[in-house]
């Protein structure tokens, strides 16, 4: 009876969100402090055995990876990317460089630096990744080159640096052939946290840029060329609420055979962020606004011709939908289920969705396995999240498979600082 009484009280006070907040700091301090690996839930895999997970993580430095759409596994399953950035949360400068390296996943947890960039942000790192998709020994990141922003292929044994590009890359095709550029001072001023601002937007007081946009580079020859501007995007099917808006572009992302690639066009209007998801072919030609109704957030490709997203529609609302490129033909994934908003991806082998979500009432981020074919959604871990990230500076789960789909990668801010975990869905 007094614990109803104490409930309506705390209702009518309108003090249930401070309640939520106090359990969920007094559940974080005891996991973080009696059981430090303790990730409060225990996590399973489709056979409901106990998950391993292995802790990357530094006293000196934030351990991460970034963005959800490259993996930092090598093909062969042994060595790991990742970054250590400073430990306080702020706003990269021109000057505030991280490390760039690897760690062996079947060895001691010690940190190989292999350089230094300063061209890096919060939520997509400096877009470090094997390079090509298959390899185990070069990579490719971005960084400053002869004082302007570029990118480097880089020999992870000798650290020799193979070949380096005048421009900046965000998407790279599998073979490594081909890698796709846009203005990343402009994305940093219009979406902060996920651009470069090392140099001052040029662009800033065009709001259709008509000589900037994508761009390609031939990561064979080095030869580059524009493939569209952002005021030639923004006549393509144009929406009402595109008018007097500033335009700019993010999240690119190769299909699978590198034949189409996919991009958001996106545009502020009066306070407000309206999006849509195109694809196109290799040479920024036969485009299609696949998702157009002004909402689109995460996304993967399943395959060449099919591409997962969650987006909002008039008919089946705000869901997971999966698309057939260039055609009207799309259908819910997990409705009931998936009901939030995360950052999913296939397993290899197309069986299993992995995602996550943002901080609950609690503060606490789940990550989620969905099974395609029995329709199961399986929590594998849940992790507390402190408030002192959030904005630029949050630090999403941002799930990723292994080449073999053996193992999960995560970015968590356990302890008040980012740290790698990988889960062996095996052992």
């Known amino acids: 009876m007094i614990k109803q009484h104490v409930k309506q009280a705390v209702k009518a006070a309108g003090l249930e969100r401070t309640v939520h907040l106090i359990r969920s700091c007094a559940r974080h301090m005891y996991a973080v402090g009696s059981r430090p690996f303790r990730l409060y839930q225990s ?17 000196e430095s934030q351990v991460f990876f970034g963005y959800y ?75 400053m080159v002869d004082g302007q922003y570029g990118c480097v292929v880089q020999d992870i044994n000798t650290k020799q640096i193979i070949k380096s590009f005048s421009r900046p890359v965000y998407s790279v095709s599998t073979d ?36 900037d946009g994508i761009s390609r580079i031939d990561l064979h020859s080095g030869e580059e060329d524009l493939l569209f501007s952002v005021a030639e995007i923004s006549e393509l099917e144009p929406l009402e609420s595109m008018k007097n808006a500033e335009h700019y572009f993010n999240h690119i992302l190769f ?76 259908v819910v994934i997990g409705k009931g289920l998936l009901e939030q908003d995360g950052h999913p991806s296939y397993s290899p082998d197309k069986t299993s969705l992995l995602t996550d979500t943002y901080p609950d009432k609690y503060s606490e981020q789940h990550l989620l396995m969905y099974e395609l074919e029995s329709r199961e959604l399986r929590t594998l871990g849940s992790y507390y999240s402190p408030f002192k990230f959030a904005g630029e500076t949050r630090c999403d789960l941002h799930p990723r498979w292994s080449p073999s789909g053996r193992y999960i990668c995560i970015d968590t801010p356990l302890k008040n600082r980012r740290s790698m975990y990988i889960s062996d869905l095996i052992n």
């Open 43 to 59: 996590r399973y895999n489709a056979n409901g055995k106990h998950i391993h997970a292995k802790q990357f993580s530094s006293p």
């Open 69 to 143: 759409d490259i993996t930092p596994f090598s093909y062969d399953d042994n060595f790991i990317l990742a970054m250590h950035a400073p430990v306080n949360n702020k706003t990269p400068g021109p000057e505030m460089d991280i490390k760039v390296g690897y760690y062996r996943l079947h060895g001691d947890d010690s940190f190989t630096e292999i350089g230094r960039t300063t061209t890096w942000c919060w939520q997509q790192g400096c877009r470090l990744q094997w390079y090509p998709q298959n390899s185990n020994q070069a990579v490719l990141y971005n960084r």
């Open 176 to 211: 490594g052939r081909w890698g796709l550029s846009l203005n990343f001072s402009r994305l940093q001023r219009l979406r902060p946290g996920y651009g470069y601002n090392n140099h001052p937007d040029s662009t800033q007081n065009e709001s259709l840029p008509a000589k």
């Open 255 to 330: 299909n699978p055979d590198g034949t189409r690639f996919m991009f958001f066009h996106l545009w502020m209007k009066d306070g407000k962020r309206y999006n849509r998801l195109i694809t196109c072919s290799i040479d920024g030609k036969d485009r299609y606004p696949l998702i157009n109704e002004g909402h689109v957030s995460h996304y993967t490709w399943k395959s060449n011709t099919e591409l997962l997203a969650y987006s909002t529609h008039k008919t089946t609302g705000m869901n997971y939908h999966l698309y057939r490129d260039r055609s009207s033909e799309r």
